[in-house]
């Protein structure tokens, strides 16, 4: 770690499920799966299962403060979480799985205590919020086979995401009502033939021969049914297919994949959360570390140009293109 580095640790029950969401943020570099704040030195996944060590399961991320705040990462992880249990995380109960932010600092102690204090006055949650700010201790790295479990084993990942309530809990909790989705008939007056064949009957456009597969301008695309935002034009790369073509999504969102077993191919499908918008695919052939290639269908996309960013109400993103 260098000088311009930070280390942010938070506990937010089992560890497979924390990495995702900080590891395709711009500005952090690593994110680790381990265990912190027990008595028991090096200790083993077997041991801190048993919840005699004292350990939470947490991650430690590293990252750049100059390209993404700690505050940023505070909002990122209390969308993570069910920050009213405090008996565990949803379908994982006992000390372990506990939620806790483990402050490096005094800095990030305020930091953590603030973002706290505005969790409980915004009225989100109508029980208290338990999840404990505590001073860093040891992180011990967990075994390799944990390390970037979401990538290793995405079938058992997601079907353990679904299945232990977090998916649910976070879309219901944390549903901006801003990303509406209009109904039917509103949408056939908003949309064009094509736009609605895409979005809404799982259509496709023709490659070469739509709005954004060769579009080199920056700025971000959003849902053209919601306008919640999908990706920045940082992450566009030409792919060769016709279509736009992305390393990851933009920061901060959330996709819903899903196998398509259409056209006598097996394929992962890709939506969006709040419109429910069938986008595209995503395929493991891309340029990037992660080896994504998000292949987008432009009539599933507005393009929104970084000179435009706050007029569209889209503030927040302007400092991706400082």
Partial sequence: MNRKEKVAIFAGGCFWCMVGPFKKEQGVLEVLSGYIGGKTENPTYEEVCTGSTGHYEAVEILFDPHMISYKKLLDIFWRQIDPT???????????????AIFYADQEQKQEAEQSKKELEESGRFTKPIVTEILQAGVFYQAEEYHQDYYLKSPGHYNRYRYFSGREAFIKKTWTDRKWKKPDAAT????????????????????????????????????????????????????????????????????????????????????????????????????????????????????????????????????????
């Fill in 85 to 99: 249990d405090g008996t565990g995380q949803f379908a994982d109960k006992g000390s372990q799985y506990k939620t």
């Fill in 187 to 322: 949408l056939k007056t908003k949309l064009t033939k094509l736009q609605y064949h895409v979005t809404q009957e799982n259509g496709t456009e023709r490659a070469f021969q739509n709005d954004f597969y060769d579009n080199r301008h920056e700025g971000i695309y959003v849902d053209i049914v919601t306008g919640e935002p999908l990706f920045s034009s940082l992450d566009k790369y030409d792919s060769g297919s016709g279509w736009p073509s992305f390393t990851k999504p933009i920061s901060g969102t959330e996709l819903v994949e899903k196998k398509d077993h259409s056209h006598f191919m097996t394929r992962i499908e890709v939506r969006s959360l709040y419109g429910d918008s069938h986008l595209g695919h995503v395929f493991h052939d891309g340029p990037d570390k992660n080896g994504l290639r998000y292949c987008i269908n432009s009539a599933s996309l507005r393009f929104i140009p970084k000179e435009k960013l706050k007029e569209e109400g889209y503030a927040e993103y302007e400092s991706l293109f400082r």
